[in-house]
């Protein structure tokens, strides 16, 4: 679908020199001398290469529309994962690198959103948030705790985050999985 540069909001997708983009920032710019121009920054669906465009008032980009599913992740066999559809019972089985950086956080059973294209997966998406158990964290030092101040731990999972002083071994915490941030004690 055609739009005009204006209508470019953060989160769309575009399709851009033939590949598919994600806008992560906009800046409507009117330059004293000169037309109006719309500034994009970018990141390719695929490879993750950043890209700023400027595009002239006047313009029409590609908008395209991906197609969000439910899946359900089963195991990992090397650098491939293999997933579910809830609804249809069909396995499909996609490389490891769709899912990023947050792939510490993939569980099995757990439910993710895998983006289509025509058919063809191009991402896949984790919850915001998961529960996980503090498997090592330095121990609490009494006095520290009235201050917000940060120390390293590492969840069962082997990632190494910073929680607050008052966390320790054995606790659950909710984690940010884009990120790989502390958010808050799980209850």
Not at 44 to 53: A, C, H
Request: glycine share 6%; net charge negative.
């Amino acid at each position: 679908m055609k739009i005009n540069v204006n209508d470019i909001r953060v989160g769309n997708v575009l399709e851009h020199n033939s590949k598919l983009w994600i806008v992560t920032k906009t800046q409507h710019v009117q330059p004293g001398k000169g037309g109006a121009f719309m500034q994009v920054e970018m990141k390719e669906m695929r490879g993750g290469t950043k890209l700023n465009e400027r595009f002239r008032a006047a313009d029409v980009v590609e908008k395209v529309f991906l197609e969000e599913m439910t899946f359900q992740f089963l195991y990992r066999d090397g650098d491939e994962l293999h997933f579910m559809n809830r609804e249809t019972y069909e396995q499909i089985q996609l490389p490891a690198d769709l899912v990023g950086n947050s792939i510490a956080f993939l569980t099995d059973n757990m439910q993710v959103t895998i983006c289509m294209y025509d058919n063809e997966p191009i991402s896949v998406s984790l919850p915001q948030t998961v529960t996980l158990e503090i498997a090592e964290a330095e121990p609490v030092v009494k006095g520290q705790t009235a201050a917000s101040s940060y120390k390293p731990a590492t969840l069962s999972n082997g990632v190494k985050i910073t929680v607050p002083q008052h966390i320790e071994a054995g606790t659950f915490v909710v984690v940010d999985t884009s990120s790989s941030s502390y958010v808050e004690k799980a209850k």
